[in-house]
């Protein structure tokens, strides 16, 4: 497991639960059946924040299955669980989306932050195995390519767009990534699958005090800018050094746009 990304899951979780859709959350939970202990599928899992999030919505019988391909991740999601509920867990690449049998009697699929990193076609393809199953759906916290700084410097509007060519460029083998685009890809999926669908909107607002998560947004903006476009590096250190120097002086806000898309079949 990489601790960087463990660290970072960790310091991103307070943002993520500030931010998420409660309305849409209830609404699709209210969609789930009520007959038996519940089904549900978590892709992607990292170290169990959705999970932690949706059990104080959900009736206290449910039967949780954590998938991720690092299994030092789904070790801490089960530890950090285990208070809570029994999960089951699987470790597995998730890239091909080849394994039906993970997704076999699912009342309700999940996943945070994901939709991002992946491909249409892998999108087209849960949309298939979300349906085969008649589960319902919760993606949340998915970029929308948006985000806003204060106070404002003159390069910011540049650097917003070199990272969203970045997400677009990206491949973490679930084909070539959907990036911003990812929420209108995703709800133009599940609703030519027959999925009632919904969207709303699931902001970070991160203020001053919040030192640490802004200093790594800034840090990753940053990298993954110049890695898209190296010959503007002077350009995007000197904003680094400006937008950091405001988070040490308690004066920088940020807000990153995200959504939470939610449906079910009717």
């Given at each position: 497991m990489s601790e960087s990304?463990?660290?970072?899951?960790?310091?991103r979780e307070p943002a993520d639960f500030a931010a998420r859709s409660a309305a849409l959350t209830r609404a699709v939970v209210d969609a789930l059946p009520r007959r038996r202990p519940l089904r549900i599928l978590d892709l992607a899992t990292g170290t169990g924040a959705n999970v932690r999030y949706l059990a104080r919505f959900l009736p206290p019988d449910h039967k949780w299955l954590l998938v991720d391909r690092d299994p030092e991740l789904l070790a801490e999601a089960s530890r950090r669980t285990a208070a809570m509920m029994a999960v089951d867990?699987?470790?597995f690449d998730l890239g091909p989306l080849d394994r039906p049998e993970i997704f076999a009697n699912?009342?309700?699929v999940t996943a945070s932050a994901l939709l991002d990193l992946v491909s249409e076609r892998w999108l087209r393809d849960l949309a298939e195995r979300c349906r085969a199953a008649r589960a319902a759906v919760l993606f949340a916290l998915t970029y929308n390519g948006r985000s806003q700084c204060s106070p404002v410097e003159p390069e910011d509007d540049a650097i917003r767009e070199l990272m969203n060519r970045h997400q677009r460029a990206n491949d973490k083998g679930f084909g070539r990534a959907a990036g911003p685009d990812a929420v209108d890809r995703a709800e133009r999926c599940f609703a030519a699958a027959g999925y009632v669908m919904t969207r709303e909107p699931s902001d970070w607002a991160l203020p001053s005090e919040m030192h640490a998560l802004q200093r790594e947004l800034i840090e990753g903006w940053a990298e993954a800018a110049a890695e898209i476009a190296p010959e503007e590096s002077a350009?995007?250190?000197?904003?680094?050094?400006?937008r950091?120097?405001?988070v040490a002086q308690n004066r920088s806000r940020i807000v990153v746009g995200h959504?939470?898309?939610g449906g079910w079949l009717p």
């Open positions: 990304l463990s660290d970072w899951l960790a310091l867990t699987k470790c699912r009342d309700f350009m995007i250190q000197s904003w680094r050094v400006r950091q120097d405001h959504d939470d898309l």
